[in-house]
């Protein structure tokens, strides 16, 4: 099996730690006092969430799964549109690596030829006059036997998309410098740099798409960008809407 191994994970300016196992890499960091950036990545976390606590599937040695915390100079309540920064730099990272075809899809999962391929968590909360966030990351890095079936969708893994497929150490790493370079341009400079590139990457740009609200209504219209927070912006029949809270459940060409 490939293992990881911090000394083969380079971040430059971030500590970095592997476990073989954990409940969940993003509640560790969260119950630490972060100074500066800590990477832990894990070959298997037995309590893994994504949104709205779901569970996240990963068999040993099939997933790039890790979370990144970092002090911010940012208060907690101005970190609207994090997740959205996180995703556009995890995806340019992939690209980069010959994954030409990964793509977003709102508001926070990595898509390969339109099946899911990963998923960010972005978790903040106040520290002295800033915030601290950790985001996790977990990417499908091999197929793992029943994945698709279990979850009733598409799943996607980098072994799919690249050739030859590299260690899960270099995925790591190569993730990990993206999104911390992004999330610092993001703490001095903000959101909107990230906005163009975000439409850029989204799989569903411009596409007519179905919405599940947080409060399970259904909403429908065509994909129209991103408002100033990262909120997906909606062209209605009844005008513009915003949506901070739901799921993209389906989507068509306009």
Known sequence: MDRLDASAIRVPGADVRVVARCASTNLTLLGERLQRPVLLAADEQTAGRGRRGR?????????????????????????????????????RALRA?????????????????GAKLGGILVQTRAQGAGSAA???????YRNAAGLAARLRRGVAAL???LQPLPPRNAVIGALARDV????????TKGFEPFRSDWDALHAHAGQRLRVRLANGRVLAGVAAGLAADGALQLRTRGGLRVVRSGSVTRARPA
């Open 180 to 187: 911390l370079a992004a999330v610092h341009a993001f703490d």
């Open 55 to 91: 569970r996240w599937h990963s068999a040993p040695g099939c997933g790039v799964l890790f979370s990144l915390g970092l002090p911010l100079q940012r208060a907690a309540r101005d970190l609207g549109g994090l997740s959205i920064v996180a995703g556009v730099a995890a995806v």
């Open 159 to 161: 072994e799919d998309c």
């Open 97 to 113: 690596l010959g994954a030409t075809d990964a793509a977003l899809k709102w508001p926070n999962d990595l898509l390969a030829r």
């Open 134 to 140: 950790v985001i996790g990351i977990g990417v499908n």
